[in-house]
């Protein structure tokens, strides 16, 4: 593990393991860290050497001195070019692939944009970015989203029955509802999803100029999705993967939470 200081952004921290050859860049979803692959020890790891980012407002990654108006304004789709830049002056520039799960995904498709020359494979689970997820448009880009977002996360109450609410109109499943509310039971909590969400929310992948450069470039593109997630399910990706020239596309009986022992199963079982 170890820290890269991003010019403008901040210090951020990764993780470092796999006894693969190949380097992936890794970046996870909310509510977990850059370790949150290691659970694929039979398939990805035995492949990668994998740099899994910490986000901002996730473990040891720190932002310097960002004011509350700079991170709801959203961090500049530019920066995100700088993960790469100062882990090439670590290590040296070289060929890497990328690897996302959920929020993750629209990092490693941004660097997808940036860097497809160097790139050898794109590995997205259960992927933000493909699609545009309506309940996030709204809370991040819409006034009175932004007023509610900001309005529940202040709030002891509000947030747990919205959460309460949205399950039972079946905008959301139980397991959606359980991770919703392990990360906005605590004010702390309340406030890094605020964070998070409205610093990513600029971070929006150009899913047509990247689908050329795949193709261009011939970058094997892994898509996993799961079959009862009910957040960024198969469905939603499809336009994306008709852009695609040879997609490896998969959909397992799971739901949004993907990055699990049984997908490391299903991976390893996979043909070659």
Not at 80 to 102: N, P
Not at 213 to 231: A, P, V
Not at 246 to 257: A, I, K, R, T, Y
């Amino acid at each position: 593990m170890g820290f890269l200081n991003l010019a403008g952004l901040g210090k951020v921290h990764f993780h470092e393991y796999g006894t693969g050859q190949k380097p992936v860049l890794a970046f996870h979803g909310y509510g977990m860290t850059g370790k949150q692959f290691n659970v694929l020890e039979q398939s990805v790891l035995k492949q990668y050497h994998v740099y899994g980012f910490d986000h901002f407002f996730h473990n040891e990654s720190k932002l310097d001195d960002w004011t509350e108006q700079q991170i709801i304004a959203g961090m500049p789709k530019a920066m995100v070019k700088a993960y790469v830049e100062q882990w090439f002056k670590t290590y040296g520039r070289q060929r890497f692939s990328v690897m996302g799960y959920s929020i993750g995904a629209n990092l490693a498709l941004i660097l997808v944009e940036e860097y497809a020359d160097l790139i050898d494979e794109v590995i997205l689970m259960a992927p933000d970015g493909l699609a545009v997820y309506k309940g996030f448009d709204i809370i991040q880009n819409k006034a009175w989203g932004q007023l509610l977002f900001k309005t529940v996360t202040k709030s002891k109450w509000l947030a747990p029955a919205l959460l309460k609410n949205l399950r039972k109109v079946g905008f959301i499943d139980q397991s959606l509802y359980d991770i919703a509310y392990s990360e906005m039971n605590t004010p702390q909590k309340r406030m890094d999803v605020y964070y998070t969400l409205n610093l990513i929310k600029l971070l929006r992948p150009d899913v047509v100029k990247i689908a050329s450069l795949i193709n261009q470039h011939k970058i094997k593109c892994r898509l996993i999705f799961g079959r009862q997630d009910q957040l960024f399910p198969k469905l939603a990706a499809i336009p994306f993967i008709n852009l695609l020239q040879s997609p490896d596309v998969h959909e397992v009986d799971l739901g949004h939470w993907l990055v699990v022992p049984a997908l490391d199963e299903y991976l390893v079982n996979l043909t070659p």
